[in-house]
């Protein structure tokens, strides 16, 4: 035991804790009661009134999460994603000058192909005929070509 | 045997009431208004008292009493019994007591303590100390009470818990946060002071 819990063990300490025991216990009135009682009907009706609002509003609330987080976890991605596919796609040309170029150098070759030699010829060959043989005008034919 | 029998019906009474009073904290966690009712019953002495000695205007007295059980009943459901419930309620009244007299900014008179080394023991020849007639010599509880009143809340908060409430030290240290040697010491220093100022009283009657 320490020094000061042999003090507090002592007569008089003790004499005085039996003084301070013996003070005269102190009631509340009725009518403080009744105020208590008005009061604390008050707080539970407040409580009660919370507990029904919270029991209809829980489901709507979750209802509410689960449709937030579907869209999060399905609908989101799928338009990301379609999004990404068209950034994919390759860019258009840049001239339309030299893909309408393009375009018809590929049908002068098939043109070629075909009033040299019929089906059979590929356009590259074509091609090569057509820079052998001596060209006499930017024209498509020659004399040759034509037996005259 | 009588006594064995005695000692078993009191035992069993014990747990009874144990186990009735953990059946009423469960409703009131359940804010249950009717046992709520009781729980006030079985409370509100002790808590007016309390109350009624740290907040010396009775009608303030009374407006705190009702806060206390008020909040009691707000927060019944975060109740965890980690503690006794008498402890929580006490514990409630406590930080009330010393908001409203914060708020009023109420100091007491600096009361010189009695030097508690060198105090004087209290020598009881006199009859008056036999604790069974206390009761009734009501000048004297006046005298007690007001030097309750002079003492600082500290002080006086220790004195009203461990010698009136019969709260253990680790109780009150636990409800006031502070260590247990600190609640031995004011509760030594309070003792001390009251015990100086019994005794002047005293010395004072005889004399007349």
């Not at chain 1, 309408?100 to 075909?114: E, K, M, P, Y």
């Not at chain 2, 078993?8 to 804010?31: G, H, N, V």
């Not at chain 2, 740290?54 to 059980?69: G, H, I, L, R, Y």
Request: hydrophobic residues 40%; negative net charge; charged residues 25%.
């Amino acid at each position: 035991m320490s020094e000061l819990d042999g003090k507090l063990a002592s007569s008089s300490q003790q004499t005085v804790a039996r003084l301070v025991k013996a003070l005269p216990e102190e009631t509340p009135s009725m009518l403080w009661r009744s105020t208590l009682n008005e009061a604390l009907l008050a707080q539970s009706t407040r409580a009660q009134r919370k507990r029904l609002i919270w029991r209809f509003a829980r489901p709507t609330v979750g209802l509410s999460l689960a449709c937030v987080l579907a869209v999060a976890v399905f609908v989101l991605p799928v338009s990301r994603h379609s999004q990404a596919g068209l950034r994919d796609t390759p860019p258009a040309v840049s001239s339309p000058d030299s893909l309408a170029a393009g375009l018809f150098q590929i049908h002068r070759d098939d043109v070629r192909a075909v009033d040299l030699a019929g089906t059979g010829l590929n356009p590259i060959e074509a091609t090569d005929e057509q820079s052998k043989a001596p060209a006499t005008s930017q024209d498509d034919y020659s004399e040759s070509d034509l037996d005259l | 045997m009588e006594m064995c029998i005695g000692d078993l019906r009191f035992t069993r009474s014990m747990q009874t009431d144990s186990a009735s009073e953990s059946a009423l904290i469960d409703r009131c966690r359940k804010q249950d208004f009717e046992a709520f009712g009781k729980f006030v019953d079985l409370y509100q002495s002790r808590v007016f008292g309390f109350v009624r000695r740290m907040v010396p205007n009775s009608e303030e007295a009374a407006d705190v009493t009702q806060e206390v059980f008020i909040k009691a009943f707000q927060n019944f459901t975060r109740f965890d019994g980690r503690s006794s419930v008498r402890t929580w309620l006490f514990r409630i009244a406590y930080h009330l007591c010393v908001d409203r007299a914060r708020k009023q900014d109420r100091t007491p008179d600096q009361v010189a303590l009695v030097d508690a080394e060198e105090g004087e023991s209290i020598d009881l020849p006199d009859s008056r100390w036999q604790p069974e007639q206390l009761a009734v010599d009501s000048e004297l509880m006046s005298v007690v009470e007001a030097a309750i009143l002079s003492m600082s809340e500290k002080l006086r908060s220790v004195l009203l818990l461990h010698d009136r409430e019969d709260m253990q030290y680790e109780e009150i240290a636990q409800m006031l946060e502070v260590p247990v040697g600190t609640v031995k010491s004011r509760l030594f220093l309070a003792r001390a002071h009251l015990q100086n100022v019994v005794k002047s009283y005293l010395e004072i009657e005889v004399s007349k």
